[in-house]
Nanobody
Framework: QEQMVETGGGLVRPGDSLTLSCAASGLTFSSHFMAWFRQAPGKEREFVAGIRWGSGRTYYADSAKGRFTISRDRSKNTLYLEMNMLKPDDAGLYYC???????????????WGQGTQVTVSS
């Protein structure tokens, strides 16, 4: 069964940094498109950042540009999201997912894990 395991969340203050990790269980990322999504209470799951596993080309939501960096380690089959200058609006449950090609709709992705919670509060 394909599934991701997201880790690295926590409680931080505004302006702090966090790095999230996403490891694969039962699958390889190969030539797929991998992405991070965020879901705040009562809101839809939204695209944050994505990366083409093969080429490394990256894509960001406007809210993440300049502050977040998505990367991958192909040898470890692991996806990362480095988040800097965190704001309260960045809070939520962060998930990673796998799609066949570039997309920003969560319905195109699969392999969701349990997510990792990010809380930003002073």
């Amino acid at each position: 069964q394909e599934q991701m395991v997201e880790t690295g969340g926590g409680l931080v203050r505004p302006g702090d940094s966090l790095t999230l990790s996403c490891a694969a269980s039962g699958l390889t990322f190969s030539s797929h498109f991998m992405a991070w999504f965020r879901q705040a209470p009562g809101k839809e799951r939204e695209f944050v950042a994505g990366i083409r596993w093969g080429s490394g080309r990256t894509y960001y939501a406007d809210s993440a540009k300049g502050r977040f960096t998505i990367s991958r380690d192909r040898s470890k089959n692991t996806l990362y999201l480095e988040m800097n200058m965190l704001k309260p609006d960045d809070a939520g449950l962060y998930y990673c997912g796998k799609a066949n090609s570039y997309d920003t709709s969560p319905t195109s992705f699969r392999g969701w894990g349990q997510g990792t919670q990010v809380t930003v509060s002073s």
